[in-house]
């Protein structure tokens, strides 16, 4: 089971367990107001499948997986990391960090987390650029993209709206060669 060790945090994959623990942190708290705020809080619908979805990431293991838990140290989850393809023929992978409980937040647990797995992706697969998309509301993330050497590729004007306002969706991507350069410096 691949366990990749940091300084806080430690990124690790599924089990089975872990499926009980997800269903309940996304059941509560307002996380989903920094994800996706115009889609509201998961429903009973979407988090009965939780488990489901688990189950078949778990039988179905990826190298690298497609998604690790964070947990502390001490060995207590507080968010997942994942990784998509866009395009696999040009070497193109999407990432995303999502950290649930705001005690937990302001605390460096998401940029260590997501330096972690994006030098894991570097190092396991043939990339050529990772991207990271989030919204122009979720300034925490945006932040935490350009602190890790992302640069903004892309904004997409008024792509969602709340009930307060219209926001852009902010598209950034990191090059493995600026990787490597910013990682002498990111906070892993």
């Not at 089990?15 to 708290?29: K, P, S």
């Not at 937990?104 to 396991?124: C, I, K, M, S």
Request: hydrophobic content about 45%; charged content about 30%.
């Amino acid at each position: 089971m691949l366990t990749i060790i940091g300084r806080r945090v430690n990124l690790r994959e599924f089990r089975t367990g872990d499926a009980a623990w997800l269903v309940r942190t996304m059941a509560r708290g307002t996380w989903w107001r920094w994800d996706a705020p115009w889609e509201g809080a998961p429903s009973e619908d979407e988090l009965s499948r939780v488990p489901v979805r688990i189950a078949a990431m778990i039988r179905e293991a990826a190298s690298p997986p497609r998604r690790m838990i964070i947990e502390t140290r001490a060995g207590s989850p507080i968010g997942t990391v994942s990784r998509y393809w866009v395009d696999e023929r040009t070497q193109w992978l999407e990432v995303g960090v999502g950290i649930y409980a705001a005690r937990n937040w302001g605390r460096g647990y998401g940029p260590e987390a997501l330096g972690l797995w994006v030098d894991h992706l570097f190092e396991a697969l043939e990339l050529r650029r990772i991207g990271l998309r989030t919204w122009s509301g979720n300034e925490r993330m945006v932040h935490l993209a350009r602190r890790l050497g992302f640069r903004r590729e892309a904004v997409f004007r008024e792509a969602y709206a709340t009930a307060d306002r219209a926001h852009d969706r902010v598209a950034f991507g990191l090059l493995r060669r600026e990787w490597q350069r910013a990682r002498r410096s990111w906070p892993g």
